[in-house]
């Protein structure tokens, strides 16, 4: 079986007046399965989102190759990436700041649809039938992002993100800016939409939050000053890590 | 920062849509003043009366007469048209170029925006009318020179705050969503970078209108701007500044028509600020 993503000796470098100044990223090697859900694991600073803005190419990388469903999109610009966010999306931190607040979240969501040529008609029903599989009620598509709850939003996000049913979903600490018990809906939500969309649905899950890991991912990479310490089935790291930071992380939790 | 309540809230947009209603009406009526500028005089403006000269405010002449016995009601009319439509186009030329170049600089970056920028930086720290007179003079006088020449000086305050504003939202989550969306790099500026500066710079343009035109005016009598006998206001209060002690009248009237025209702009400019702002809509 192909992986959805694939990626090679990834580094990110930046540098400063010209010069390497700093390594976010370096050499990290992973691949995602079809179906798959591979939690990325770390502090602040640890370099997980350095490493999602890469592969969305919202970062150039300094080194190494992103492949994509079989394509190689590490250098993709113009309409060869449009063409790769129709099979990757993504989850970002701050659901109410992932929304423009000018316009409606219906519009928001159908978005992606519409620049890949669905009729406004067409889209307004899809938008609909997204927000009701996402638990939200379809005249939500109305509201603006600041007349809705954080938890609402990030629902909307989800529904936004699946809209055009991309092979891989990536969230960015998705869950980090809500509270427990909504985290725990929101999650909920995500783990019904991954086991209806079987196969065609991987996820990448970046967290901080080992618990949360371990509850929803099939395998987690640990991630510490760009580089990868650690990976494996989420339950064997936790009970038995190799890894001195690894260590420390699980217990500052336990 | 606390959030006020609801009720707090919906007074103070009730107050604010009153607020536009109410600029936004005297604003109307002042373009339609002007527009139909030609028809609301009493007396032909450019109709001279030498006998009547300098004559005081009466019945028969409202505002007085001017040094040539003109009535300076119908001047003041009749000057509407010039001086507010020269300067709003002013504005609009300055405001669609300088955000143009300014969002153009903040989404490109690298060397186009340094360049850019730079030159913007001499237009800023060089006297901005000694320059617009050295433009003027250059391509003679006449109102359409004087304002390519208070354009040419004018746009970079746009581009500054375009340029910040742009750079601000580039950042933004939901720019980077658009852009996963597919929404090619036209599409992100005109549907979600424009609609989200334009407040700022609305108000900025709005609050501009009033130097625009002090400034229009400020040419006109160098002689480099609107050309005698055409009736304009700031043309007119120069040229009459020597009779201020003599017949106040003379100067005065078109000086309160500025008065007027910049004050409800300006207010009208605040009040659409508020209203634009999209906190102010929550239901």
Redesign the interface.
Known sequence: MEPVLKIEDLTKVFSRGGQPDFTAVSHVNFELMPGECLGIIGESGSGKTTVVNMI?R?LDASGGRITLDGEDITTAKGSRL?KA??K???V???PT???????TLGD?IG??LR??GMSAADAKKEVSRLLEMCGLPADFAGR?P??VSGGQCQRA?IA?ALA?RPKLLICDEATSSLDVTIQKEVLELLGRLRRQAGADLSILFICHDIALVQEFCDRVLVLYHGEIVEQGIPDEVIRNPRNEYTKSLIDSVL | MKEPTVRVQKIRRDSVKMRLIIFGTLAVLLLLGAIFSKYLTPYDPYLQDLRNAKAAPSAAHLLGTDRYGRDMLSRVIVGSWTSIFSTLLLVAVITALGTAIGVFCGWHGGRTDTVLMRISDIFLAFPGLVFALAVAGVLGGGLHNAIIALAAISWPKYARIARSQTLALKE???L?????????TV?IIF??IL??IMGPVLVTSMLDIGTMMMELAGLSFLGLGAKPPIAEWGSMMSDTRSLLSTAPWVTLSPGIAVFVSVMIFNLLGDTIRDYAD??N???
Do not use: V
């Open positions: 969305t919202l449009r966010y129709r990757m999306q993504m970002f931190q701050t700041e992932s929304f423009d607040p000018r316009r928001g978005e992606s620049n890949h603006y600041h007349q996000a936004r055009i | 933004t989550a939901y980077k969503a658009a852009r996963l969306a597919g929404s090619s599409k549907k979600h609609p989200n999209p906190k809509r929550r239901r």
